[in-house]
């Protein structure tokens, strides 16, 4: 049963739009790999759309 949480993760083709610009800032944030970043990301929307907190985060 897949994860009811994906389906409102950032798709692959909205990723690859937004890749190049989080890797350009990477030198800004540094230690951070493409992963985190997505799961980063994927994490702000979902803090967004729901309005809770971060600690309510899903695992």
Do not use: Q
């Not at 951070?32 to 729901?50: E, H, Q, S, Y």
Request: glycine share 8%; aromatic share 12%; with cysteine.
């Amino acid at each position: 049963m897949s994860n009811p949480y994906n389906r409102h993760d950032v798709t692959d083709e909205n990723w690859n739009k937004f890749e190049p610009i989080i890797t350009e800032l990477l030198g800004k944030w540094g230690g951070c790999n493409a992963g985190d970043n997505r799961l980063f990301v994927n994490a702000c929307l979902w803090i967004i759309r729901t309005g809770s907190l971060w600690r309510d985060l899903p695992s």
